[in-house]
């Protein structure tokens, strides 16, 4: 009998941990599904499911340094949203900072990071000549974008573009543009209509710094080197270097001597 009620109690326990997983597993899938830009493709067209009616969302606007460009930001959600909030790229730690300040908090360099969730497209309205003209003229996601806003105490060097982080393709096929996907990474002028890409195709950034001497960008990055379309700590990370008066693709600071070097060091650690 007792091996009996210890058999029911375990089976139980079992029972239990199994169901708590796939209500887990479940609920994660769920979230993940809402998140991003949801793709229309040719067969999704053809199915009797209704297409979800989208709304603008405005973020706060924000005057672009020694311009006379008035920066809007748009974001998009469904009208399923009953909590009535943006999906936001990256974690809540990200937008806790104390110098946060609506859309928009201090940066480093005295460049100013756009924070506004789930940002799709910016608008750009020029005040002086009432022209407007929007960034991006495709379904993205702007993980990342950068601009400079400089105070009148500020004395050191100067830096006038802007830098982009844009996911802009279904790249592991699951039907959304969300920070899953490959990141490109570009630098504009300040109209952000003469755009260069200056990351490869298959990455992510993770940081970016100006050497002020050489006046050059470098980007530290993740590339999906084993290509399964993920991004996580089993890829390389690579560091790119390009320059800021003649921008083009990064290219690599370190070697493949170098990359071997690495190699053998971390093979004679347990």
């Given at each position: 009998?007792?091996?009996?009620?210890?058999?029911?109690?375990?089976?139980?326990?079992?029972?239990?941990?199994?169901?708590?997983?796939?209500?887990?597993?479940?609920?994660?899938?769920k979230r993940k599904g809402q998140e991003g830009l949801r793709l229309v493709t040719k067969d999704s067209a053809k199915t009797s499911e209704p297409k979800k009616?989208?709304?603008?969302?405005?973020?706060?606007?924000?005057?672009?340094?020694?311009?006379?460009?008035?920066?809007?930001?748009?974001?998009?959600?469904?009208?399923?949203?009953?909590?009535?909030?943006?999906?936001?790229?990256?974690?809540?730690?990200?937008?806790?900072?104390?110098?946060?300040?609506?859309?928009?908090?201090?940066?480093?360099?005295?460049?100013?990071?756009?924070?506004?969730?789930?940002?799709?497209?910016?608008?750009?309205?020029?005040?002086?000549?009432?022209?407007?003209?929007?960034?991006?003229?495709?379904?993205?996601?702007?993980?990342?974008?950068?601009?400079?806003?400089?105070?009148?105490?500020?004395?050191?060097?100067?830096?006038?573009?802007?830098?982009?982080?844009?996911?802009?393709?279904?790249?592991?096929?699951?039907?959304?543009?969300?920070?899953?996907?490959?990141?490109?990474?570009?630098?504009?002028?300040?109209?952000?209509?003469?755009?260069?890409?200056?990351?490869?195709?298959?990455?992510?950034?993770?940081?970016?710094?100006?050497?002020?001497?050489?006046?050059?960008?470098?980007?530290?990055?993740?590339?999906?080197?084993?290509?399964?379309?993920?991004?996580?700590?089993?890829?390389?990370i690579e560091i790119l270097k390009t320059a800021i008066s003649s921008p083009e693709q990064g290219k690599a600071i370190i070697g493949e001597e170098i990359k071997?070097?690495?190699?053998?060091?971390?093979?004679?650690?347990?």
């Amino acid at each position: 009998m007792k091996r009996l009620a210890l058999g029911i109690i375990i089976g139980g326990i079992v029972g239990a941990v199994l169901i708590l997983i796939i209500i887990v597993v479940f609920d994660t899938n769920k979230r993940k599904g809402q998140e991003g830009l949801r793709l229309v493709t040719k067969d999704s067209a053809k199915t009797s499911e209704p297409k979800k009616q989208q709304l603008l969302v405005y973020g706060e606007y924000m005057n672009l340094d020694s311009t006379h460009y008035l920066l809007i930001p748009l974001g998009m959600k469904t009208d399923e949203d009953q909590e009535n909030r943006l999906l936001k790229n990256k974690s809540s730690d990200y937008y806790s900072s104390e110098s946060y300040s609506g859309s928009y908090r201090s940066y480093k360099y005295n460049f100013y990071s756009l924070d506004f969730g789930n940002c799709n497209n910016i608008i750009f309205y020029n005040k002086k000549t009432d022209e407007t003209h929007l960034l991006l003229q495709k379904p993205a996601v702007i993980s990342e974008f950068y601009f400079p806003y400089y105070s009148k105490e500020y004395t050191a060097k100067k830096y006038w573009f802007l830098l982009l982080g844009i996911h802009e393709e279904d790249t592991n096929e699951d039907g959304y543009i969300n920070d899953e996907d490959a990141e490109k990474v570009y630098i504009s002028d300040l109209s952000g209509m003469n755009m260069i890409q200056i990351t490869p195709d298959n990455s992510q950034l993770i940081d970016w710094y100006i050497d002020e001497s050489t006046n050059n960008i470098l980007m530290k990055v993740r590339i999906d080197s084993n290509n399964d379309k993920r991004y996580s700590s089993a890829d390389d990370i690579e560091i790119l270097k390009t320059a800021i008066s003649s921008p083009e693709q990064g290219k690599a600071i370190i070697g493949e001597e170098i990359k071997d070097n690495i190699k053998k060091i971390l093979e004679q650690i347990k």
